[in-house]
């Protein structure tokens, strides 16, 4: 898709850039409430135009209109000319409604198949690996001639796709996602170059210094084209551009989701046991060796405690069965005295009655 680049001045004329000459550009230092003066105005300028008549023949022709000014890139695009741009290597950010625009298209908020009219802008800040996006969209409600700001909210739950050029090699890909293993997984072992290990803690702390961050806030990491060189961000729907005063912040990089470490270690560890029996975890990890060793000697161990108990409780049974035959055999003895004894009186009752 050609690009376009145009300049939207204080009378909402629109100036190719071509036109403005180094002469209109000061030498002097601009001070950055200055600059950030000069974004809000042209910002201003932008939806001013969007809602009172707006031209939309350029951007059907299928370019787009962009306006660079310091650190910020405004650009009016459609729905249609960001779609086209999915599946190029074009190094632009691309705003894809698609389910979005399928829930406001089922909710008769649109037509099917109407043109949506977008005002993106990417908000570059020092150190940066990718731009924030900020947004908005416009449409022709049924029966009307001028543009109208639409209320994404209707969209709900519904995130939609914000697409951003960078280079990422497939080694380094767990690093900039904060779902990844890489930063959430306490039982795999990672190692610098180095070759020294990196604990868990560690791995979520250099995430956040080093700005690993490719989406931004109320977006996650989903996918990344190598092919394309392009990365994409699941995101909440944004309704209206804030001033850029209040976003001109570096909102990425810090991600405080991140487990306690410090709360749930051992918890976690005990989730670990399983690696003892996967072949490359074990072989990988020396401190499994350590743990398979604690573990037989405590069954040894176990098992000699058990044994001896075991013979002690058998002595004991022969013990008390001895003594039951002992109290048996002397109740026997007994009880042969008196029947003696019983069977001598008989005798003597007799013989003196006859």
Known sequence: MEESTFYINM?????????????????????????????EEILKNIQIELINNFNTTHLESGKDIIIKEEEITFTISTSNNQKSLKNTTSNVTIIDLNECEKKLIQNKIIQENQTLYILKLDIH??????????????YYPENETNLSLLNLSFCGDTRIDVILPINISKNEMDKYNASSTYYNDICHSFTTEADTDISLKDRQIEYNENNMSVCEENCEFSEYDYNLGKAVCSCLTKTKIEKISDIKINKKGLYSNFKSIVNIANLELIKCAYLLFNKNGFINNSANYIILTLFIFSII???????????????????????????ENGVKKIKKKIIKVIKKRKKVKLFQEI
């Open 11 to 39: 009378t909402n004329e629109m100036i190719s850039n071509e036109m403005i000459t180094n002469e209109m550009i000061s030498n002097e230092m601009i001070s950055n409430e200055t600059v950030t003066n000069k974004q």
């Open 125 to 138: 800040g020092e150190g940066m690996k990718t731009p924030n996006i900020e947004y908005e969209v416009y």
């Open 301 to 327: 161990t176990l098992t000699l405690f058990i044994t001896r108990e075991y013979i002690k409780l058998n002595e004991f049974i022969d013990k008390v069965v001895e003594i039951k035959k002992s109290k």
